[in-house]
């Protein structure tokens, strides 16, 4: 069982930056990827970025030139570092890992809002 625990949501304005952190319970050696999606009022939840344990990144197409995700293995955590946020950034994220055994683990999420 991998649990997940993420920070950094917060309001902010348009242009602004957040960093999010996503801490697992566990190393990522059963871990095959971490990532984060989010999840607009009446919407699905949509990837927003991945990261494999082999390094590979993949990003959606909306954030993609903003958004970077990165990992430190030591401490176990997951990074997105978004800037030059939008309105339409705006959403519940939520940490994300995939075992090898193809289970799939979910934080409890954290609210950006971006206002202007």
């Known amino acids: 069982q991998v649990q997940l625990v993420e920070s950094g949501g917060g309001l902010v304005q348009p242009g602004g930056s957040l960093r999010l952190s996503c801490v697992a319970s566990?190393?990522?050696?059963?871990?095959?990827?971490m990532g984060w999606y989010w999840q607009a009022p009446g919407k699905q939840r949509e990837m927003v970025a991945i990261?494999?344990?082999?390094?590979?990144?993949n990003y959606a197409d909306s954030v993609k030139g903003r958004f970077t995700i990165s990992r430190d293995n030591a401490k176990k955590t997951v990074y997105l570092q978004m800037n030059s946020l939008k309105s339409d950034d705006t959403a519940v994220y939520y940490c994300?890992?995939?075992?090898?055994?193809?289970?799939?683990?979910w934080g409890n999420g954290t609210l950006v809002t971006v206002y202007s």
């Open positions: 566990r190393t990522f050696s059963g871990i095959v990827s």
């Open positions: 994300y890992a995939r075992t090898s055994d193809w289970r799939r683990y």
């Open positions: 990261i494999t344990s082999g390094g590979s990144t």
